[in-house]
């Protein structure tokens, strides 16, 4: 395995009245996912300044190009993908790479 990581960054908006079925599907994929072998952390969060919105970082071992071909493909996750129309307006995904960390202090919520 290599020693790359890569993270997503992903704003969610859920419909209106949605947001608690979404947080709740979301972190039953969370459950799953944390135990891939490439999984590092996540961490969700709620928007302030947004309150339809949820935004879920996330850290991988591995490159954008793995997290696709490996990930992606799961089958808990078709499930997962099957049931955001009934729960979000919009999703969008951002791709980075980390370059360092300080403090990593988080508590779960």
Do not use: C
């Not at 947001?19 to 994929?29: G, V």
């Not at 135990?35 to 490159?63: C, H, M, N, R």
């Not at 049931?83 to 988080?106: A, C, K, N």
């Amino acid at each position: 395995m290599t020693n790359q990581q890569v993270q997503l960054n992903i704003r969610f908006k859920a419909k209106p009245g949605k947001k608690e079925e979404f947080r709740k599907e979301l972190s039953s994929l969370i459950e799953e996912m944390s135990t891939e072998k490439a999984f590092i952390s996540a961490i969700v969060s709620d928007d302030l300044d947004q309150p339809d919105d949820l935004i879920i970082y996330e850290t991988w071992q591995g490159t954008k190009d793995s997290w696709l071909a490996e990930e992606f493909v799961k089958p808990y996750r078709k499930n997962y993908e099957g049931r955001l129309g009934d729960l979000i307006v919009d999703r969008s995904v951002s791709w980075l790479q980390p370059t360092g960390e300080w403090g990593s202090h988080i508590k779960n919520a």
